[in-house]
């Protein structure tokens, strides 16, 4: 099992910036993927960012330029920073850990951190 605990969610002006924090536990070393979706209400759960075991980035449309997904290696911690924020990335952000193949490819999530932006 891999447990998430997603922090650094709150209410922010547009324009504003924030930083979400997931910190991993558990059998970490499964761990091939960390992502980050967000949901609004009415809306399905939609992919934010991603952050392989290697490195390697890749961002939602709506965010590329704005977000930056990182990673502490030492500390099993992903990060979120998020600036340049509108009122539309007003959400739930959750933190998701996706494991290798060789594990089982499965799907860990978080329980979730508010994101308002006001206008």
């Known amino acids: 099992q891999v447990q998430l605990v997603e922090s650094g969610g709150g209410l922010v002006q547009t324009g504003g910036s924030l930083r979400l924090s997931c910190a991993a536990s558990g059998i970490v070393f499964t761990i091939d993927a960390m992502n980050w979706y967000r949901q609004a209400p009415g809306n399905q759960r939609d992919l934010v960012a991603t952050?392989?075991?290697?490195?390697?980035?890749n961002y939602a449309d709506s965010v590329k330029g704005r977000f930056t997904i990182s990673r502490d290696n030492a500390k099993n911690t992903v990060f979120l920073q998020m600036n340049s924020l509108k009122p539309e990335d007003t959400a739930v952000y959750y933190c998701?850990?996706?494991?290798?193949?060789?594990?089982?490819?499965?799907?860990?999530w978080g329980q979730g951190t508010q994101v308002t932006v006001s206008s």
């Open positions: 952050i392989t075991s290697s490195g390697n980035t």
């Open positions: 998701n850990a996706k494991t290798n193949p060789t594990y089982g490819r499965k799907s860990y």
